[in-house]
Nanobody, 119 residues
Framework: QVQLVESGGGLVQAGDSLRLSCAASGRTFRIYAMGWFRQAPGKEREFVARITRGGGSTYYVDSVKGRFTISRDNAKNTVYLQMNSLKPEDTAVYYC????????????WGQGTQVTVSS
């Protein structure tokens, strides 16, 4: 089992920055990749960013490229999502998720943290 806890959400104005954190505990040695997803009201959950264990590979949805940066501190079992130049359309509940080695899907999810960007 892996437990994931997100933090760092809040209410900000357009153009501001926020940094989300996702702390992992439990069988963290099984984690291969970590991802951030978000779900806005009335919309389906969407992929935001992903990073592999070594941190050498990162991926982003086009809408956040150049504004968001995913990183990880393996010593702290923590993944971060630095969000700059926030826009109202970034408003959503943000979830982190982990993908185990050998797995094809994200198998553990956090409870989510709300990010609200006012115009």
């Amino acid at each position: 089992q892996v437990q994931l806890v997100e933090s760092g959400g809040g209410l900000v104005q357009a153009g501001d920055s926020l940094r989300l954190s996702c702390a992992a505990s439990g069988r963290t040695f099984r984690i291969y990749a970590m991802g951030w997803f978000r779900q806005a009201p009335g919309k389906e959950r969407e992929f935001v960013a992903r990073i592999t264990r070594g941190g050498g590979s990162t991926y982003y949805v086009d809408s956040v490229k150049g504004r968001f940066t995913i990183s990880r501190d393996n010593a702290k079992n923590t993944v971060y999502l630095q969000m700059n130049s926030l826009k109202p359309e970034d408003t959503a509940v943000y979830y982190c998720a982990s993908q185990s080695s050998g797995g094809l899907e994200y198998d553990y999810w956090g409870q989510g943290t709300q990010v609200t960007v006012s115009s």
